[in-house]
């Protein structure tokens, strides 16, 4: 009996093992991002958290989304996910530049799983954009650029 098996030398294997280990180790030990952008933990209390056009409105332990009357983008990523990294500062920028005009809120699916199947996403980062009458109008998969952010914010509120 001749069977044709693949040998790989065994420290190919350790070296991949331990690569593996180590992506998984700096995944789950990265350092959360500075800013309220990012502050996604569920409130204590049944009353909305911060002033209109805060990142996030908490009802009983959940984050409305949209913002009731307000243009609203909703980011749905993890901390420890590199586009939604790379997407972090500019997150904070739009949130300042925003302020009481339109809501950012960004949900990390990590942390809160709970909230994934109300979205229906497939893949992180997905941005997904509400208007005014809290419309889905536009959803996106995967890193998005400042500009192209603002473009649609901007649309969004001269409807």
Not at 21 to 43: I, N, R
Request: proline letters at 7%.
């Amino acid at each position: 009996m001749n069977t044709m098996a693949v040998r790989f030398p065994v420290s190919f294997l350790f070296a991949l093992l331990l690569t593996g280990t180590l992506f998984l180790a700096s995944c789950d030990s990265a350092e959360a991002p500075k800013g309220s952008v990012f502050e996604t933990e569920p409130a204590a209390s049944s009353q909305t958290t911060g002033a209109p056009g805060a990142t996030e409105t908490a009802q009983q332990n959940d984050i409305q989304v949209p913002v009731p009357g307000m243009v609203t983008m909703v980011d749905l990523g993890a901390k420890s996910c590199i586009p939604c990294k790379m997407m972090t500062p500019i997150l904070e920028e739009l949130e300042k530049e925003y302020k009481d005009r339109a809501a950012i809120v960004f949900i990390d699916v990590w942390k809160r799983p709970d909230q994934t199947p109300l979205f229906g996403i497939k893949a992180i980062p997905t941005q997904i954009f509400y208007d005014k009458n809290g419309k889905e109008v536009r959803r996106h998969e995967g890193f998005m650029d400042k500009q192209s952010i603002s473009a649609i914010l901007e649309k969004l509120l001269k409807e």
